[in-house]
T-cell receptor, first 113, second 111 residues
Framework: GENVEQHPSTLSVQEGDSAVIKCTYS??????FPWYKQELGKRPQLIID?????GEKKDQRIAVTLNKTAKHFSLHITETQPEDSAVYFC????????????FGKGTLLTVNP | IAGITQAPTSQILAAGRRMTLRCTQD?????MYWYRQDLGLGLRLIHY???????GKGEVPDGYSVSRANTDDFPLTLASAVPSQTSVYFC??????????FGPGTRLTVL
């Protein structure tokens, strides 16, 4: 099955700096790669996603890049703000009819004022 | 419109007891999922259902069972709870092969 590795497990940045979180996946058939943000005590919520026919996608201060050949994808947050502090999860789809997502173990991002 | 709801919000359970966690969605999504979230381990899939009447096993199915009698409901049952099942449980639903929408979670403690 699919295996998703996520790094780093913790990341601390100063407000205004950029943050980058990287994930690798194992199943070359995976074609959907979402990123979720989970604030303390809350449910995970989708912040951005990318499909395998696209190399990069941006939404304001958030961008995701995908390298299918190397089987890795990354989340980039620019001009970080204290409210960006949360746990971020990457995920990759499992192919075929049994549609599932496999999640990385998460990255705790702390943005220091 | 409630979206996706879970009950109870939290529960303390004696080991060996039977427990059913409830999940209901009103978005008419075909697919539903149960995850457990443990510190440092991320979200791990327990069971899933692509459509009403079908279910499948995820990464950590042992000790859990599910049913999908209709589109809206996807209960998760622990037949005989053990302390290692102490976790936060999230239900999710998806209309197709896209975004999964998560419920608010159930915090379960097994003593």
């Amino acid at each position: 099955g699919e295996n998703v590795e996520q790094h780093p497990s913790t990341l601390s940045v100063q407000e205004g700096d950029s943050a980058v979180i990287k994930c690798t996946y194992s199943d070359s058939a995976s074609n959907y790669f979402p990123w979720y943000k989970q604030e303390l005590g809350k449910r995970p919520q989708l912040i951005i996603d990318i499909r395998s026919n696209v190399g990069e996608k941006k939404d304001q201060r958030i961008a995701v890049t995908l390298n299918k050949t190397a089987k890795h994808f990354s989340l980039h947050i620019t001009e970080t703000q204290p409210e960006d502090s949360a746990v971020y999860f990457c995920a990759a789809s499992s192919g075929g009819s049994n549609y599932k997502l496999t999640f990385g173990k998460g990255t705790l991002l702390t943005v220091n004022p | 419109i409630a979206g996706i709801t879970q009950a109870p919000t939290s529960q303390i359970l004696a080991a060996g007891r039977r427990m059913t966690l409830r999940c209901t969605q009103d978005m008419r999504h075909n697919a539903m999922y149960w995850y457990r979230q443990d510190l440092g381990l991320g979200l791990r899939l327990i069971h899933y259902s692509n459509t009403a009447g079908t279910t499948g096993k995820g990464e950590v199915p042992d000790g859990y069972s599910v049913s999908r009698a209709n589109t809206d409901d996807f209960p998760l049952t622990l037949a005989s709870a053990v302390p290692s099942q102490t976790s936060v449980y999230f239900c999710a639903s998806s209309p197709d092969r896209n975004e999964q929408f998560f419920g608010p979670g159930t915090r379960l403690t097994v003593l």
